[in-house]
């Protein structure tokens, strides 16, 4: 049986395979489908979810590997009655084109301003470098960081 604190609720899993990249489990097994898969390989960072706060690539961490960290995904940043204020500033600043990329995106700036809540543009190029957008939207990403950093939105 492997066990998961999700989006601050425990789950405990008893037909998942400890091995199980934690993507697959998300989105097969929970129903959390906000966690795109892109390359599996850890390098687009569409699968970005949160370990402890942290960013991490879910389409290569094992289930079994997690133990005791807590996992947010997308569905736990924000709600629909009240958004987190990156979500907000995604929507004033028109960042999403396709939008497949926009979760992983989502969660590593939410990481970034945790631990830097006044970034740098440096400090946002090196936060979201493994965050890959082929719509190319990364000024109005950064744009909309910076919004939230200033502490408003638009």
């Not at 998961?4 to 993507?23: F, H, I, M, Y």
Request: charged residues 15%; aromatic residues 4%; neutral net charge.
């Amino acid at each position: 049986m492997v066990k998961l604190t999700v989006n601050g609720v425990e789950r405990a899993l008893d037909n998942v395979d400890p091995s199980t990249p934690l993507l697959w489990v998300l989105r097969d097994t929970l129903g959390l489908v906000g966690t795109k898969f892109g390359c599996g390989i850890a390098q687009c960072g569409a699968c970005t979810v949160h370990l402890d706060g942290q960013p991490a690539r879910a389409c290569s961490v094992p289930v079994g590997s997690i133990g005791t960290q807590a996992v947010t995904t997308i569905e736990g940043l924000g709600t629909e009655s009240k958004l987190h204020a990156l979500q907000q500033a995604w929507i004033d600043h028109d960042v999403p084109q396709c939008g497949y990329c926009q979760a992983g995106q989502l969660m590593s700036a939410a990481a970034l301003l945790k631990d830097k809540p006044a970034p740098t543009d440096a400090d946002i190029d090196t936060a979201m470098a493994g965050n890959l957008c082929r719509c190319g939207t990364y000024i109005r990403i950064r744009q909309a960081i910076h919004s939230v950093a200033k502490g408003g939105v638009a």
